[in-house]
């Protein structure tokens, strides 16, 4: 299967400062069709999780252009700037690439 | 996008059978994968498994002796069973819609399950 690994595991941000977590894969999640199959997710504390970017670098539905992500391959990127106090929480990558899907550790963005 | 619902019981016995079964409301349901992630206590997401429409199924092969995923297109719903239950398999367990590049686009609200004795 492949392992997905995500840093930093904490990140403790100031209000209206950037932030950015990294998810590494053990296997290219480049699909044949030009895709990269890796989707960041943010899970509020009490809530499920919500998808954010999904296709390695397309912001979903009503994400604020706050968040964005990069990368290709096997190296990609969240990027947050001006992070706001709702945005903390567990973020996680995924990849879609093969079965099993498998996630990140999670990166837990806490206020300063 | 689609909204789901989930239910099922909430705290088992070891042994015994989890079932769960999720609603979809708006969407189509032919047009998405429908999938199963659970998130022990304090820990991360685990993908358990998904089925399409027709049945085609995929499972995490860590559970799949143990796993079931199944569809009624009738009432746009899908069930997971898991039999031999152990306090291991305590935690959250949500429904999940997988889209065209597999993004879970939408969530279930999570339904917390305990194995005790």
Redesign the interface.
């Known amino acids: 299967e492949i392992v997905m690994t995500q840093s930093p595991l904490s990140l403790p941000v100031t209000p209206g400062e950037s932030a950015s977590i990294s998810c590494r894969s053990s296997q290219s999640l480049l699909h044949s069709n030009g895709y990269n199959y890796l989707t960041w997710y943010l899970q509020k504390p009490g809530q499920s999780p919500q998808l954010l970017i999904y296709s390695g670098s397309n912001r979903a539905s009503g994400v604020p252009d706050r968040f964005s992500g990069s990368g290709s391959g096997t190296d990609f990127a969240l990027n947050i700037t001006r992070v706001e106090a709702e945005d903390v929480g567990v973020y996680y990558c995924m990849q879609g690439l093969q079965t099993p899907l498998t996630f990140g550790q999670g990166t837990k963005v806490e206020i300063k | ?1 689609v909204q789901l619902q989930q239910w099922g019981a909430g705290l088992l016995k070891p042994s015994e059978t989890l079932s769960l079964t999720c609603a979809v409301y708006g969407g189509s349901f032919n047009g998405y994968y429908w ?1 199963w ?1 659970r998130q022990p206590p304090g820990k ?4 358990i498994g ?1 089925s399409n429409y027709r049945g085609s199924t ?5 559970l799949k002796s143990r796993v079931s995923i199944s569809v009624d297109t009738s009432k746009n719903q899908f069930s997971l069973k898991m039999n031999s239950v152990t306090a291991a398999d305590t935690g959250v367990y ?1 429904c999940a819609s ?2 065209t ?5 939408s ?4 339904t917390l399950v305990t194995v005790s004795s």
């Open positions: 996008q999938t992630v991360g997401l685990e993908w998904e995929n499972y995490n092969p860590s949500y997988s889209g590049t597999v993004e879970l686009d969530w279930g609200q999570g």
